[in-house]
């Protein structure tokens, strides 16, 4: 669906977050970009919808090349949501409803259409509650889910979310990795930006390793996280389900906690 | 602002008609000053606070100490208003000093004037008080927007307001980290400690701002913020009615 050919970023600075970055990001896809700290993971994401742009190289969505003109960038944008780490600097209206309400007006939808995307979105990420609630009344963890509400009331068919889960509860991350996974069933792609090598081993179908601003591995977790120099080189320890599989000599290994406890 | 703000958003007026309710407040408040009689003034302060803790239901308890609080600062300001100069001792002194090239002191008339004033400020201020306690900021806002008020201008409002809380939480959280490593055990290590969060968030602001616009960018937002409201409110004609009544009342006294 989205396609980096060779892209390579360089801050107004000087400094070069990203070298030459090949991906196919397909269609129906659960995603996981793990890298160490500055290794260009937020960089990355924010080429994917366009905010920065390459300084050589090519983004293409669905075969397009990505025109970066104002029209070119809406319609991108709108294809490519994107939810930022910080829920707090990403929520501007005074309202939970008029923020999730921001991006399908933006998209120029009637008020109906825009309610009921409202309300669909709500209920998903159980905020149905909050709705009349200004945003400084929240907490961070109902924070997170409303820039998550915002985002996925404009429809995108990509959805890139950086640390969606590090403020949630382990029951709020069950519910909003289940709602990824109906994403994923409908055709489209999540993408979730993590440090955590426990959840993308257990939750992606892919992963990409990202390390001094380049693409260091891109593949199925089982073989990401089976490639000793690659966890040498982040300074990683192999994920712990990982880990057992194979000293218990599982093939194929464990995929998660439930799949490994069910197999002892 | 914070504890203004809550109070509006729990109070049971929160259901009602802000439009009615600016009315009210907005209208009262040219009352009190058109007409600048001190029984007016006192009778716009009682149907506020009544208004307030009868119909609203905000405590009274809440209501008097913000009255309290914003009257202190109003009579501090007033001092100064107390002491008439004029060029010789007036009739109705009732005490001064001759001072060259004239007399220095408080009079009567001086008394009353001040009087005066204060119970006009006083009711202006309630009615003021009446709209904050009453009618959270995001109904105010959108009020501005269904009446047209310039888009500028409403943006600028939305983005301040949302950038208070904002930072007062930034604030509030870099204040907690200065103390918990012991930032303001004594007063210059406080005054070091406060120069350097006043520094911080202003960086931090700008910050915020350029993520702000980053996020703003990302989910397609144009030149300003689209109008959105359906919280239905039920219309306040109690509150239209007394007004009416007070204005009648005013006119014939």
Not at chain 1, 86 to 113: K, M, Y
Not at chain 2, 82 to 105: E, H, I, N, R
Not at chain 2, 157 to 167: A, P
Request: proline letters at 3%.
């Amino acid at each position: 669906m989205l396609q980096l050919d060779n892209i390579t970023f360089d801050y107004p600075d000087g400094t070069t977050a990203l070298r030459n970055i090949n991906l196919t990001l397909d269609a129906g896809k659960k995603i996981a970009i793990v890298g160490p700290n500055g290794s260009g993971k937020s960089t990355l994401m924010r080429q994917l919808n366009g905010i920065l742009q390459p300084t050589s190289g090519t983004l293409s969505y669905k075969g397009q090349a990505v025109d970066y003109s104002r029209k070119g960038l809406q319609a991108l944008r709108q294809s490519v949501g994107l939810v930022f780490q910080s829920a707090e600097d990403q929520l501007f209206a005074t309202t939970v409803e008029e923020d999730i309400a921001f991006g399908p007006l933006n998209l120029g939808l009637d008020r109906a259409d825009v309610k009921a995307r409202i309300a669909t979105v709500a209920d998903a990420l159980g905020i149905e509650a909050l709705l009349a609630r200004p945003i400084h009344a929240l907490s961070g963890g109902q924070k997170m889910r409303v820039a998550i509400a915002g985002v996925l009331a404009m429809h995108p068919q990509l959805i890139v979310a950086d640390e969606p889960l590090a403020s949630l509860d382990m029951a709020i991350q069950q519910q909003v990795l289940n709602l990824f996974d109906a994403l994923v069933q409908d055709g489209r792609t999540v993408i979730i930006v993590t440090h955590d090598l426990d959840q993308a081993y257990a939750w992606a179908d892919e992963v990409i390793v990202l390390a001094d601003g380049e693409v260091q591995q891109q593949g199925a977790p089982e073989a990401v996280f089976a490639d000793q120099a690659i966890l040498d080189l982040c300074g990683w320890e192999k994920p712990w389900v990982l880990a057992v599989s194979q000293q218990m000599g599982l093939t194929p290994a464990a995929k998660s906690r439930a799949d490994l406890l069910a197999r002892l | 602002m914070n504890v203004l703000d809550r109070i509006a958003n729990q109070s049971r007026a929160v259901g009602y008609s802000p439009a009615h309710k600016v009315l009210f407040a907005l209208g009262l408040l040219f009352v009190v000053i058109g007409f600048d009689k001190i029984p007016v003034s006192i009778a716009a302060f009682l149907i506020v606070t009544l208004f307030t803790v009868g119909w609203a239901r905000v405590s009274a308890a809440t209501w008097f100490k913000i009255m309290l609080a914003q009257s202190t600062f109003l009579g501090l300001s007033l001092i100064a208003l107390l002491f008439t100069t004029t060029a010789s001792q007036p009739a109705d002194a009732l005490w001064g000093v001759a001072m060259w090239p004239g007399w220095v002191g408080v009079t009567e008339s001086g008394l009353w004037f001040l009087g005066e004033l204060f119970l006009r400020s006083v009711a202006a201020v309630a009615c003021l008080n009446f709209l904050a306690v009453t009618t959270p900021m995001h109904d105010l806002i959108r009020l501005a927007q269904r009446y047209k008020a310039p888009e500028l201008l409403i943006d600028l409002i939305l983005l301040t307001y949302r950038f208070i809380w904002s930072l007062y939480e930034t604030l509030q959280s870099m204040r907690t980290a200065q103390q918990s490593r012991l930032g303001y055990s004594s007063f210059k290590v406080g005054l070091r400690s406060a120069a350097q969060l006043g520094a911080r968030l202003f960086i931090r602001t700008y910050q915020r701002m350029d993520a702000l616009n980053t996020s703003w960018e990302a989910r397609l937002g144009g030149t300003s913020m689209p109008i959105w409201h359906t919280r239905t409110h039920q219309a306040a004609y109690s509150l239209l009615v007394t007004l009416a009544g007070m204005i009648v009342l005013a006119a014939l006294i």
